[in-house]
């Protein structure tokens, strides 16, 4: 297991090591029952369905994250909550899917952050705090700019030490990541020095947080930035193992490789071993996993600790990926920004270990929005407030007789045209170009016979697409921020 502790400044280890100071929105707690587990949610950065061993990957090396498949439930049916960053946490972190939750595209706000999740929202972080857990988030936010009513610590977060901007996160070598309102700036580094790994040091400071919560209920969210681009990692073994292993095509950025004078932060450097690196960020993301996992066994802690792993959209093709080199997206259609299933269909594990069957597969159709109600129930919280998901808790205890099921899952898109899905049992209908049409065409799939969605068969079923038109006209509430019409967000 390798040790990034040597990569933080004494001062940082100082101020993780300091008591969480909770702010923003005050409710009632109450003593957690001994046998409430602690909960991790793992939330990898554009990582494809096809990206790890357990999922069928042929070239990036995934132990750690396949020994967790092997060791709890894989889920081959999982949906994200849309196609990119923001309305992806947003749908995770409210359990409402894109209809109804309320960021639904990346919609930046300058210098630093995007639109603010509304104070009214309630979070994943929120019900667990209630219920006497600690909280905290480790990663990248993207759901409300410093100080803002939807910053992390004004939605349910204890503790939040990352990028608090999705933007500011294009780049591994930041001045600065967000310690709750504070700015720890990283050593050495200054935008354009290769000094601090910032998902290093976010990593330990994650191990930090379990190390200190030991003795008590903790809900960590840690959404890595890890694989999203910019391509760029560390030169040491995890690199040295791709280093030279493929042909590869230079990526030409924003500025030399070296971070040279034409600097613009949110833009991707140049990279000459774009899928090496690749490789070894995917790698490296699986190290961290193992390193939680380690943790966990050191402290006694994991046979009373449920571990989810997700990623939050499809693979991107930004900063010179290549995801159909690495075949990132498996059988499935569509990359990142997609509502094909190349574009929200993830990767889910989840481990339990004593409860959940070791090495068991579930072709049970979820998606975010139901982590929700799954962690209310396992935390013995009723959900008091809207939303669009189904705990599956007796998928994964093996009481599939009682595992409710969804009538449809709806997505909306508010880029590139617009764009709209529903998947009703086996049928898959998309909608895209909704901008600007009335009408647009909705193209139909069966996903039992066509996992690629290669066949449209909407002119063989007219009945189903108009079941589907009907659920696509009305699962969603209006929004001023997200319309069909105006179609000016970014994707991050």
Not at 357 to 362: C, F, I, L, N, T
Not at 400 to 414: I, R, V
Request: hydrophobic share 35%; aromatic share 12%; proline share 5%.
């Amino acid at each position: 297991m390798m040790n990034f502790g040597k990569i933080i400044p004494v001062f940082m280890a100082a101020i993780l090591l300091a008591a969480c100071q909770p702010t923003g929105k005050t409710a009632d707690s109450k003593t957690v029952n001994k046998e409430t587990p602690n909960i991790i949610y793992i939330l990898a950065d554009d990582l494809g369905y096809g990206d790890l061993g357990c999922y069928q990957q042929k070239i990036i090396k995934t132990p750690h994250i396949d020994q967790l498949a092997q060791n709890g439930m894989k889920f081959t049916q999982h949906y994200c909550g849309s196609s990119v960053c923001a309305p992806s946490r947003s749908s995770l972190l409210t359990g409402q899917d894109t209809g109804h939750t309320p960021i639904r595209g990346n919609k930046e706000v300058q210098p630093e952050g995007q639109a603010p999740l509304p104070a009214e929202s309630v979070t994943i972080a929120e019900l667990l705090k209630n219920a006497g857990y600690i909280t905290g988030a480790f990663g990248k936010w993207g759901l409300g700019y410093p100080g803002s009513e939807g910053d992390p610590n004004h939605q349910g977060f204890d503790e939040f030490f990352g990028y608090n901007c999705q933007r500011m996160a294009h780049r591994y070598y930041p001045e600065y990541i967000w310690h709750n309102q504070e700015k720890i700036y990283l050593e050495g580094n200054g935008w354009k020095n290769t000094v601090s790994y910032a998902q290093d040091v976010i990593q330990e400071a994650t191990l930090e947080f379990i190390e200190n919560n030991k003795d008590t209920a903790f809900f960590a969210f840690i959404p890595y930035i890890l694989p999203h681009a910019e391509l760029i990692s560390p030169d040491d073994s995890l690199l040295q193992q791709y280093s030279g292993e493929f042909s590869e095509i230079a990526f030409e950025g924003s500025k030399g490789a070296d971070y040279g004078d034409s600097l613009v932060i949110w833009k991707y450097c140049s990279q000459r071993q774009p899928r090496a690196t690749f490789a070894s960020m995917v790698s490296r993301l699986d190290v961290y996993v193992g390193q939680v996992v380690e943790k966990l066994n050191q402290l006694g802690l994991a046979e009373n600790t449920i571990i989810m792993f997700a990623s939050d959209n499809g693979p991107h093709q930004e900063g010179g990926a290549d995801p159909d080199f690495f075949d990132s997206n498996g059988e499935l259609r569509g990359y990142k920004r997609d509502l094909y299933e190349g574009g929200i269909r993830t990767p889910f594990i989840v481990s339990w270990p004593g409860k959940i069957e070791a090495g068991s597969v579930s072709d049970h159709i979820s998606a975010f929005w139901d982590v929700m109600p799954t962690v209310a129930e396992l935390a013995g919280v009723t959900v008091n407030v809207s939303t669009n998901g189904i705990s599956f808790l007796p998928e994964l205890l093996a009481d599939t007789a009682n595992q409710p099921k969804h009538e449809y899952l709806y997505w909306e898109f508010h880029e590139r045209g617009g764009r709209k899905a529903v998947r009703m049992g086996d049928w898959k209908g998309v909608q895209y170009n909704l901008a600007g049409k009335k009408s647009p065409e909705i193209q139909l799939f069966n996903l039992a016979k066509d996992i690629g969605e290669q066949e449209n068969l909407a002119s063989q079923y007219p009945d189903i697409v108009e079941k589907i038109s009907d659920i696509m006209n009305g699962a969603r509430i209006s929004s001023d921020d997200f319309n069909f019409s105006m179609n000016t967000l970014n994707g991050n």
